[in-house]
């Protein structure tokens, strides 16, 4: 079932087709700032359910809802898919370091790990996937910016597709200048192919950021626990 889709003018200024053009040859296309009003009820909804994990927070968050269906950001989907897409997830997580850990509650629910979250790694959410990211927080260098090598969603070779994870050497290496940490403020937006190898870098302060994962054709994933979990996460 296609998408209800809210007609609420956020990105005015974006270009549809230059983001999936990018997003094609890149992996990643950013730039774009969620306004101060959404983005304040983002945070206000984040400040009550004060959780490391929260598992599809549009499900009762109306600002989150609303982005997930936000006209401009679904036809970015659905031209980089050429086909309707669907909205397989969203997330809202938190990476808590030092005395900030206080704040939240004991884990009661955790999701496993297949891999380092700060080692380079891939994701095959299906065929073709979008996932939309958001800062909630500045994100500087000490702050765990995401970072993710370009152009590494297109042909792979079968070693990079026996082989999720490669070692920071190894991406130095091999792709060097292609690496790029990805900085903003609060409210920075990105579009991000997660096939592209990509990571969270070291995190010495406190970081909330959105997902919001566009898939073709895969199902739902199972209904998760609200997670209180200190797990760094990209």
């Avoid at 109306?62 to 269906?69: E, G, N, T």
């Avoid at 096939?195 to 209904?223: F, G, N, Q, W």
Wanted: net charge neutral; proline share 5%.
């Amino acid at each position: 079932m296609p998408l209800q889709i809210d007609k609420n003018p956020l990105f005015p200024d974006l270009d549809v087709d230059k983001v999936v053009d990018r997003i094609n040859a890149m992996g990643y296309s950013n730039g774009i700032t969620l306004p101060e009003k959404e983005l304040t009820e983002i945070l206000e909804y984040c400040e009550k359910n004060k959780i490391v994990k929260n598992w599809n927070p549009h499900k009762d968050c109306k600002a989150i809802d609303k982005l997930s269906r936000n006209a401009a950001i679904v036809e970015v989907a659905r031209k980089y898919f050429g086909a309707e897409p669907l909205l397989w997830l969203t997330e809202l997580r938190w990476t808590v370091v030092g005395p900030d850990k206080e704040n939240f509650p004991t884990s009661r629910y955790r999701e496993p790990n297949l891999y380092d979250v700060f080692s380079f790694h891939y994701d095959a959410l299906d065929y073709k996937s979008l996932t939309v990211f958001v800062y909630l927080t500045d994100v500087k260098l000490e702050c765990g910016p995401h970072v993710i090598i370009e152009g590494t969603h297109r042909n792979k070779s079968l070693k990079e597709l026996t082989n999720i994870v490669i070692s920071d050497d190894v991406a130095q290496k091999k792709y060097g200048n292609k690496i790029k940490f990805l900085l903003g403020n609060k409210g920075s937006v990105f579009f991000e192919e997660t096939s592209a190898y990509h990571k969270a870098a070291e995190c010495k302060k406190t970081r909330l950021i959105l997902k919001m994962d566009y898939v073709l054709r895969r199902k739902a994933p199972p209904e998760r626990g609200k997670s209180g979990s200190d797990e760094n996460l990209d």
